[in-house]
T-cell receptor
């Protein structure tokens, strides 16, 4: 069974600085999708960024980018120029490309932004 | 701006009462998921539907929980009888198997408190 591990329960970063959130996953599949979701204090789950496993180019969305290392099964999220609004719980997630609709979520990393 | 809607947003009830939570998936989406989020357990998948058919409800306590999709625009999650341990935030999410990533879009959640 696939698993997603986020080893950092909490992190802090100074406003305007860059922070990287770690995520590793375990799978025997070669084709899959990876996601980062953000959950701010409002509790709304928001999709931040997504990546297809067979695409070598790392996905970017404005200040958010990923470092996808397929061989290492690592999918870290980098937030540049951190803003107060980035304070949230961040969830890494995995979905098989085999036809399973379910997404497997990690336990989350709570990110604090220090003014 | 298409989004998943959930009602009610907040519910306070007494132990033993029936609770019904409703979800309207994004128009055109054919998968619907029910999650429960607590501090202790994190995000748990309770049940999911594809094309209105229940595909997996293994995460749901069968004796008191039930999930249905009366039609493509409505999904319901019922708890009868409710217990204090059911206090949590319940999320509905929808997705489309016709899309490459088939990512899930979340509703704002129902915060349930059982006294």
């Amino acid at each position: 069974a696939q698993t997603v591990t986020q080893s950092q329960p909490e992190m802090s970063v100074q406003e305007a600085e860059t922070v990287t959130l770690s995520c590793t996953y375990d799978t025997s599949e070669s084709d899959y999708y990876l996601f980062w979701y953000k959950q701010p204090p409002s509790r709304q789950m928001i999709l931040v960024i997504r990546q297809e496993a067979y695409k070598q180019q790392n996905a970017t969305e404005n200040r958010f980018s990923v470092n996808f290392q397929k061989a290492a099964k690592s999918f870290s999220l980098k937030i540049s120029d951190s803003q107060l609004g980035d304070a949230a719980m961040y969830f890494c997630a995995y979905r098989s490309a085999s036809g399973d609709d379910k997404i497997i979520f990690g336990k989350g990393t709570r990110l604090h932004i220090l003014p | 701006d298409a989004r998943v809607t959930q009602t009610p947003r907040h519910k306070v009830t007494e132990m033993g009462q029936e609770v019904t939570m409703r979800c309207q998936p994004i128009l055109g989406h054919n998968t619907v998921f029910w999650y429960r989020q607590t501090m202790m357990q994190g995000l748990e998948l309770l049940a999911y539907f594809r094309n209105r058919a229940p595909l997996d409800d293994s995460g749901m306590p069968k004796d008191r929980f039930s999930a249905e999709m009366p039609d493509a625009t409505l999904a319901t999650l019922k708890i009868q009888p409710s217990e204090p341990r059911d206090s949590a935030v319940y999320f509905c999410a929808s997705g489309s198997t016709g899309k490459t990533y088939n990512e899930q879009f979340f509703g704002p959640g129902t915060r349930l408190t059982v006294l």
